[in-house]
Protein backbone atom coordinates (compact mmCIF):
# COMPACT_ATOMS: atom_id res chain seq x y z
CA UNK A 1 0.00 0.00 0.00
CA UNK A 2 1.21 3.45 -0.60
CA UNK A 3 0.02 4.86 2.47
CA UNK A 4 0.15 4.26 6.00
CA UNK A 5 -1.43 4.79 9.11
CA UNK A 6 1.68 4.89 11.24
CA UNK A 7 4.19 6.72 11.89
CA UNK A 8 6.99 7.52 14.08
CA UNK A 9 8.30 10.58 15.26
CA UNK A 10 11.71 11.41 17.11
CA UNK A 11 11.05 13.83 20.42
CA UNK A 12 13.97 16.15 20.44
CA UNK A 13 16.32 16.62 23.67
CA UNK A 14 19.24 18.93 21.61
CA UNK A 15 17.55 19.73 18.84
CA UNK A 16 20.10 22.53 16.85
CA UNK A 17 21.47 24.39 14.12
CA UNK A 18 24.13 21.22 12.56
CA UNK A 19 26.94 22.77 10.95
CA UNK A 20 27.58 18.96 9.07
CA UNK A 21 24.88 19.16 7.24
CA UNK A 22 24.16 23.03 6.19
CA UNK A 23 27.38 21.95 4.04
CA UNK A 24 25.11 21.27 1.07
CA UNK A 25 21.29 22.25 2.89
CA UNK A 26 20.79 25.78 1.26
CA UNK A 27 16.79 25.86 3.61
CA UNK A 28 18.93 25.69 6.91
CA UNK A 29 19.33 29.49 9.01
CA UNK A 30 21.02 29.23 11.96
CA UNK A 31 19.05 30.90 14.79
CA UNK A 32 19.52 34.49 16.55
CA UNK A 33 19.06 33.28 19.63
CA UNK A 34 20.36 29.04 19.97
CA UNK A 35 19.23 29.07 23.66
CA UNK A 36 16.25 28.78 22.33
CA UNK A 37 16.54 26.46 19.51
CA UNK A 38 15.47 23.42 21.85
CA UNK A 39 12.15 24.90 23.69
CA UNK A 40 10.60 26.01 20.52
CA UNK A 41 11.18 23.28 18.82
CA UNK A 42 9.89 21.02 21.55
CA UNK A 43 6.56 23.60 21.46
CA UNK A 44 6.33 22.74 18.08
CA UNK A 45 6.62 18.96 18.03
CA UNK A 46 4.37 18.51 20.54
CA UNK A 47 1.97 20.09 18.80
CA UNK A 48 2.64 18.16 15.73
CA UNK A 49 1.98 14.70 17.17
CA UNK A 50 -1.11 15.81 18.72
CA UNK A 51 -2.73 17.09 15.61
CA UNK A 52 -1.69 13.73 13.76
CA UNK A 53 -3.63 11.86 16.48
CA UNK A 54 -6.71 14.16 16.30
CA UNK A 55 -6.43 13.29 12.29
CA UNK A 56 -6.64 9.38 13.46
CA UNK A 57 -2.66 8.93 12.79
CA UNK A 58 -0.67 6.20 14.99
CA UNK A 59 2.29 7.66 16.32
CA UNK A 60 5.00 6.61 18.04
CA UNK A 61 6.92 9.08 19.79
CA UNK A 62 10.91 7.97 20.80
CA UNK A 63 11.97 10.31 23.30
CA UNK A 64 15.90 11.57 22.26
CA UNK A 65 18.62 11.89 24.33
CA UNK A 66 20.96 14.41 25.18
CA UNK A 67 23.81 12.25 24.60
CA UNK A 68 25.52 11.64 22.16
CA UNK A 69 24.33 14.97 20.59
CA UNK A 70 22.39 14.70 17.71
CA UNK A 71 20.57 17.88 16.43
CA UNK A 72 18.90 16.65 13.32
CA UNK A 73 17.60 13.25 15.14
CA UNK A 74 14.25 15.29 14.62
CA UNK A 75 14.01 13.99 10.90
CA UNK A 76 14.10 10.56 11.49
CA UNK A 77 13.31 9.36 7.61
CA UNK A 78 17.02 9.85 6.64
CA UNK A 79 18.22 6.80 8.27
CA UNK A 80 15.83 4.29 7.61
CA UNK A 81 12.85 3.10 6.26
CA UNK A 82 10.16 -0.12 6.57
CA UNK A 83 8.45 -1.70 3.88
CA UNK A 84 5.11 -4.02 4.19
CA UNK A 85 7.23 -7.44 3.34
CA UNK A 86 8.85 -6.78 6.79
CA UNK A 87 12.04 -5.69 5.79
CA UNK A 88 13.75 -2.69 7.48
CA UNK A 89 16.44 -0.79 5.63
CA UNK A 90 19.49 1.52 7.37
CA UNK A 91 21.13 3.72 5.25
CA UNK A 92 24.32 4.95 4.98
CA UNK A 93 24.46 9.10 5.70
CA UNK A 94 26.38 11.87 5.26
CA UNK A 95 26.17 13.48 7.74
CA UNK A 96 28.95 12.60 10.69
CA UNK A 97 26.84 13.29 14.18
CA UNK A 98 23.85 12.09 11.94
CA UNK A 99 25.22 8.44 11.92
CA UNK A 100 24.41 8.23 16.06
CA UNK A 101 21.20 8.28 15.73
CA UNK A 102 21.51 4.87 14.78
CA UNK A 103 22.48 4.36 18.64
CA UNK A 104 19.20 6.47 20.14
CA UNK A 105 16.80 3.64 20.76
CA UNK A 106 14.91 4.14 17.75
CA UNK A 107 15.46 0.13 16.47
CA UNK A 108 14.69 -1.09 20.04
CA UNK A 109 11.46 0.78 19.68
CA UNK A 110 10.45 -0.57 16.40
CA UNK A 111 11.09 -4.40 17.77
CA UNK A 112 9.25 -3.76 20.81
CA UNK A 113 5.87 -2.85 18.37
CA UNK A 114 6.56 -4.61 15.09
CA UNK A 115 7.83 -7.38 13.70
CA UNK A 116 10.78 -7.07 11.61
CA UNK A 117 10.78 -10.11 9.12
CA UNK A 118 14.91 -8.91 7.86
CA UNK A 119 17.19 -5.82 8.12
CA UNK A 120 18.89 -5.28 5.07
CA UNK A 121 21.88 -2.50 6.32
CA UNK A 122 23.23 -0.36 3.53
CA UNK A 123 25.13 1.83 6.15
CA UNK A 124 28.82 0.09 5.84
CA UNK A 125 28.92 2.15 2.02
CA UNK A 126 29.94 5.09 4.47
CA UNK A 127 33.06 3.63 4.37
CA UNK A 128 33.26 4.08 0.63
CA UNK A 129 31.84 7.85 0.94
CA UNK A 130 29.26 6.19 -0.93
CA UNK A 131 25.75 7.86 0.28
CA UNK A 132 21.77 7.10 0.30
CA UNK A 133 19.62 9.22 2.50
CA UNK A 134 16.29 7.02 3.11
CA UNK A 135 13.22 8.48 2.05
CA UNK A 136 15.03 12.17 2.23
CA UNK A 137 17.19 10.93 -1.11
CA UNK A 138 14.16 8.52 -2.36
CA UNK A 139 10.61 9.43 -3.02
CA UNK A 140 9.28 5.61 -2.86
CA UNK A 141 6.20 4.61 -5.54
CA UNK A 142 5.80 1.76 -3.37
CA UNK A 143 2.31 0.34 -5.21
CA UNK A 144 4.34 0.27 -8.47
CA UNK A 145 7.76 0.24 -6.89
CA UNK A 146 9.57 3.25 -8.34
CA UNK A 147 12.29 5.37 -6.62
CA UNK A 148 11.83 8.40 -7.34
CA UNK A 149 15.72 10.21 -6.59
CA UNK A 150 17.68 13.62 -7.41
CA UNK A 151 21.28 13.07 -8.08
CA UNK A 152 23.25 14.54 -5.33
CA UNK A 153 26.18 14.46 -2.83
CA UNK A 154 24.47 12.71 -0.54
CA UNK A 155 22.60 10.45 -2.99
CA UNK A 156 24.91 8.31 -4.79
CA UNK A 157 23.94 6.18 -7.97
CA UNK A 158 25.87 3.46 -6.92
CA UNK A 159 24.09 2.85 -3.60
CA UNK A 160 20.49 3.56 -5.68
CA UNK A 161 21.16 0.84 -7.56
CA UNK A 162 22.07 -1.95 -4.56
CA UNK A 163 18.76 -0.75 -3.31
CA UNK A 164 16.88 -0.88 -6.41
CA UNK A 165 17.94 -4.41 -7.07
CA UNK A 166 17.54 -5.89 -2.99
CA UNK A 167 14.12 -4.20 -3.05
CA UNK A 168 13.13 -4.73 -6.61
CA UNK A 169 12.20 -1.11 -7.25
CA UNK A 170 12.78 0.71 -10.44
CA UNK A 171 14.43 3.96 -10.32
CA UNK A 172 13.79 7.13 -12.32
CA UNK A 173 16.67 9.43 -11.65
CA UNK A 174 17.08 13.05 -12.54
CA UNK A 175 19.07 16.27 -11.44
CA UNK A 176 17.43 19.42 -9.66
CA UNK A 177 18.62 22.36 -8.56
CA UNK A 178 16.98 25.57 -7.14
CA UNK A 179 16.52 28.69 -8.53
CA UNK A 180 20.29 29.26 -8.03
CA UNK A 181 21.33 26.18 -9.45
CA UNK A 182 22.80 24.74 -6.87
CA UNK A 183 22.22 21.05 -6.52
CA UNK A 184 18.90 19.89 -4.29
CA UNK A 185 20.09 18.10 -1.34
CA UNK A 186 17.07 15.38 -1.05
CA UNK A 187 14.56 14.50 -3.63
CA UNK A 188 11.42 14.56 -1.12
CA UNK A 189 12.67 19.21 -0.81
CA UNK A 190 11.09 19.14 -4.13
CA UNK A 191 8.47 16.33 -5.09
CA UNK A 192 6.10 13.90 -3.25
CA UNK A 193 4.35 11.13 -4.18
CA UNK A 194 0.58 9.76 -2.76
CA UNK A 195 -1.80 7.77 -3.92
CA UNK A 196 -3.51 9.75 -6.61
CA UNK A 197 -1.94 13.16 -6.19
CA UNK A 198 2.10 13.97 -6.70
CA UNK A 199 3.24 17.71 -5.87
CA UNK A 200 6.26 18.16 -7.80
CA UNK A 201 8.29 21.32 -8.81
CA UNK A 202 8.85 20.59 -12.38
CA UNK A 203 11.11 23.98 -12.60
CA UNK A 204 13.91 22.03 -10.75
CA UNK A 205 14.54 19.72 -13.28
CA UNK A 206 16.91 21.60 -16.07
CA UNK A 207 17.02 18.73 -18.33
CA UNK A 208 14.13 18.55 -20.60
CA UNK A 209 14.26 14.47 -21.21
CA UNK A 210 14.41 13.86 -17.42
CA UNK A 211 11.64 16.61 -17.14
CA UNK A 212 9.56 14.80 -19.27
CA UNK A 213 10.30 11.28 -18.03
CA UNK A 214 9.62 12.04 -14.83
CA UNK A 215 6.12 13.83 -15.65
CA UNK A 216 5.50 10.29 -17.79
CA UNK A 217 6.13 7.72 -14.87
CA UNK A 218 3.64 10.00 -12.80
CA UNK A 219 1.21 10.30 -15.18
CA UNK A 220 1.58 6.30 -16.30
CA UNK A 221 1.18 5.04 -12.61
CA UNK A 222 -2.02 7.06 -12.62
CA UNK A 223 -1.23 10.60 -10.86
CA UNK A 224 -1.92 14.12 -10.82
CA UNK A 225 0.33 16.61 -10.73
CA UNK A 226 0.13 19.66 -8.97
CA UNK A 227 3.00 21.98 -10.05
CA UNK A 228 4.80 24.10 -7.90
CA UNK A 229 7.11 27.41 -8.50
CA UNK A 230 10.35 28.87 -7.67
CA UNK A 231 8.83 30.42 -3.68
CA UNK A 232 6.36 27.50 -2.95
CA UNK A 233 9.49 25.19 -3.35
CA UNK A 234 11.37 27.18 -1.20
CA UNK A 235 8.32 27.49 1.50
CA UNK A 236 9.13 23.56 1.92
CA UNK A 237 5.72 22.94 0.06
CA UNK A 238 7.43 19.67 -1.66
CA UNK A 239 7.61 18.20 1.61
CA UNK A 240 4.52 17.09 1.84
CA UNK A 241 3.49 13.38 2.75
CA UNK A 242 0.25 11.81 2.38
CA UNK A 243 -0.89 9.36 5.49
CA UNK A 244 -4.15 7.94 5.92
CA UNK A 245 -6.51 7.77 8.99
CA UNK A 246 -8.22 4.50 10.45
CA UNK A 247 -10.67 4.62 7.91
CA UNK A 248 -8.62 5.08 5.07
CA UNK A 249 -9.37 8.47 4.42
CA UNK A 250 -6.63 10.09 2.90
CA UNK A 251 -4.44 12.64 4.87
CA UNK A 252 -1.95 15.12 2.80
CA UNK A 253 0.39 16.49 5.83
CA UNK A 254 2.74 19.67 4.89
CA UNK A 255 3.76 22.50 7.31
CA UNK A 256 2.10 26.05 7.59
CA UNK A 257 4.44 27.98 5.65
CA UNK A 258 4.31 25.28 2.66
CA UNK A 259 -0.13 25.50 3.03
CA UNK A 260 0.10 29.10 2.72
CA UNK A 261 2.74 29.40 -0.25
CA UNK A 262 -0.10 27.65 -2.20
CA UNK A 263 -2.67 29.48 -4.91
CA UNK A 264 -6.59 29.08 -3.60
CA UNK A 265 -6.74 26.74 -6.59
CA UNK A 266 -3.96 24.98 -5.56
CA UNK A 267 -5.26 24.29 -2.32
CA UNK A 268 -8.77 23.22 -4.03
CA UNK A 269 -6.88 20.68 -6.01
CA UNK A 270 -5.10 19.13 -2.79
CA UNK A 271 -8.79 19.16 -0.96
CA UNK A 272 -10.10 17.01 -3.85
CA UNK A 273 -7.98 14.19 -2.95
CA UNK A 274 -6.80 14.34 0.27
CA UNK A 275 -7.71 15.96 3.39
CA UNK A 276 -4.72 18.63 4.36
CA UNK A 277 -3.30 18.48 7.39
CA UNK A 278 -1.20 21.45 8.33
CA UNK A 279 1.00 21.74 11.09
CA UNK A 280 3.34 24.59 12.48
CA UNK A 281 6.79 24.11 12.40
CA UNK A 282 8.60 27.37 11.25
CA UNK A 283 11.46 27.14 13.67
CA UNK A 284 12.10 23.72 12.87
CA UNK A 285 12.04 24.14 9.02
CA UNK A 286 14.06 27.19 9.18
CA UNK A 287 16.99 25.87 11.50
CA UNK A 288 16.62 22.17 10.57
CA UNK A 289 16.46 22.64 7.05
CA UNK A 290 13.46 20.23 6.73
CA UNK A 291 9.90 20.23 6.68
CA UNK A 292 6.96 18.00 7.67
CA UNK A 293 7.64 15.19 5.97
CA UNK A 294 11.40 14.97 7.22
CA UNK A 295 9.70 14.15 10.53
CA UNK A 296 7.43 11.76 9.97
CA UNK A 297 9.25 7.91 9.62
CA UNK A 298 6.89 5.70 7.81
CA UNK A 299 6.06 2.57 9.59
CA UNK A 300 5.06 -0.20 7.16
CA UNK A 301 5.67 -3.35 9.03
CA UNK A 302 3.07 -5.69 10.44
CA UNK A 303 2.28 -5.10 14.13
CA UNK A 304 3.39 -7.85 16.85
CA UNK A 305 -0.44 -7.85 17.91
CA UNK A 306 -1.27 -8.77 14.10
CA UNK A 307 1.41 -10.84 13.96
CA UNK A 308 -0.05 -12.94 16.81
CA UNK A 309 -3.50 -13.41 15.85
CA UNK A 310 -2.70 -13.94 12.61
CA UNK A 311 -4.27 -17.68 11.16
CA UNK A 312 -2.73 -20.19 12.17
CA UNK A 313 -0.93 -21.68 8.98
CA UNK A 314 -1.68 -25.36 10.82
CA UNK A 315 -4.04 -25.31 13.64
CA UNK A 316 -4.45 -27.62 16.66
CA UNK A 317 -7.31 -29.04 14.36
CA UNK A 318 -5.27 -30.04 11.52
CA UNK A 319 -2.11 -31.13 13.71
CA UNK A 320 -4.19 -33.60 15.30
CA UNK A 321 -5.50 -35.18 12.06
CA UNK A 322 -2.26 -35.53 10.69
CA UNK A 323 -0.62 -36.98 14.07
CA UNK A 324 -3.66 -39.82 13.36
CA UNK A 325 -2.76 -40.76 10.14
CA UNK A 326 0.77 -41.25 10.38
CA UNK A 327 -0.03 -43.30 13.41
CA UNK A 328 -2.50 -45.76 11.68
CA UNK A 329 0.58 -45.27 8.74
CA UNK A 330 2.40 -46.96 11.40
CA UNK A 331 0.61 -49.02 12.51
CA UNK A 332 -0.55 -50.52 9.30
CA UNK A 333 3.36 -50.43 8.52
CA UNK A 334 4.30 -52.98 11.47
CA UNK A 335 1.39 -55.20 9.94
CA UNK A 336 2.67 -55.55 6.19
CA UNK A 337 6.82 -55.08 7.18
CA UNK A 338 8.90 -58.04 9.11
Not at 235 to 258: C, I, P, T, W, Y
Not at 279 to 286: A, F, L, P, R, Y
Amino acid sequence: MQTTNSVLMIRPARFAFNPDTAINNRFQRAPRDPEQAQHKALEEFDGYVETLRQYGVDVLVVQDTPAPHTPDSIFPNNWWSSHADGSLVLYPMEGQNRRLERQKGVLKALDQHYAIRETIDFSPLEQQNIFLEGTGSMVLDREHRISYACHSGRTHADALRQFAERLNYTLCLFHAVDRHQSPIYHSNVMMSVGRHLSVVCLQALPNLKERTALQNSLHDTGKEILTLNWDQLESFAGNMLELHDKNGQALLVMSRSAWRSLEPAQQQHIERHTQPVVVNIDHIESIGGGSARCMLAEIHLPTLIAQKNAPDPCPPTTQRRVGEVLRSYRRWLRKVVP
